[in-house]
């Protein structure tokens, strides 16, 4: 099963501010299936990148994904305020779909 | 539009299991994937396992794998996830997703179902 491992645990930035949220692998993981989430409290989680780099429907362009082997990162260009919240990655690989344990972006 | 709508919360004693259901509408029920992730209060995603309602083929992750089973009934559009041998740690919200075709992720989810495990 692969590992995902997300850094930092928590991330305190101001609105208007650039975020970078890391995700590594274990193993090397397939572009096409690396997922990114945001989940607000009380909410389910919402979709905002698939395939490493490909914007899901609605998504704002402020929202960034890249990477490839066991190494991805999620940027937010520039914070708006809904943007604090709790964000996921997620991996297909090896029969078996993997999350990473989340990190938290709240405000500074 | 698209729906997922599951079965209300359970509370269970440690030892028995626990069966939820996640009736799905607004689309055609055979031709997406559905999947099981659960998140204990304060708590990260954690996925448990997929069925293909087409097929009634399954995927277990292998932390649930003996313990876990997942079935689909197409005459009621339904998917159904029993857990057993229920655990304290097991208490968490079950939420049924859908994934888009074609790729792996979650495009729709339901409300999730909170169970708990308590003596």
């Known amino acids: 099963e692969i590992v995902l491992t997300q850094s930092p645990g928590t991330l305190s930035l101001s609105p208007g501010e650039r975020a970078t949220l890391s995700c590594r692998a274990s193993q090397n993981v397939n572009s096409h299936n690396l997922v990114w989430y945001q989940q607000k409290p009380g909410q389910t989680p919402r979709v905002l990148i698939h395939a490493t780099s490909s914007r899901a429907t609605g998504i704002p362009d402020r929202f960034s994904g890249s990477g490839s082997g066991t190494d991805f990162t999620l940027t937010i260009s520039r914070l708006e305020p809904e943007d604090f919240a709790v964000y996921y990655c997620?991996?297909?690989?090896?029969?078996?779909?993997?999350f990473g344990q989340g990190t938290k972006l709240e405000t500074k | 539009q698209v729906q997922l709508v599951q079965s209300g919360a359970e509370v269970k004693k440690p030892g028995t299991s626990v069966k939820a259901s996640c009736k799905a509408s607004g689309y055609t029920f055979t031709s997406y994937n559905i999947h099981w992730v659960r998140q204990a209060p304060g708590q990260g995603l954690e996925w448990v396992g997929i069925i293909s309602p087409s097929n009634g083929a399954t995927l277990y992750a292998p932390k649930f794998q003996g313990r876990v089973t997942v079935t689909s009934d197409t005459s009621t559009n339904s998917v159904y996830m029993e857990l057993g041998s229920l655990r304290s740690d097991d208490t968490a919200f079950y939420y049924c997703?859908?994934?888009?075709?074609?790729?792996?992720?979650?495009?729709?989810w339901g409300q999730g179902t909170l169970v708990t495990v308590s003596s």
């Open positions: 997620h991996q297909f690989g090896g029969s078996s779909h993997t």
């Open positions: 997703a859908r994934e888009f075709p074609g790729s792996i992720y979650f495009d729709s």
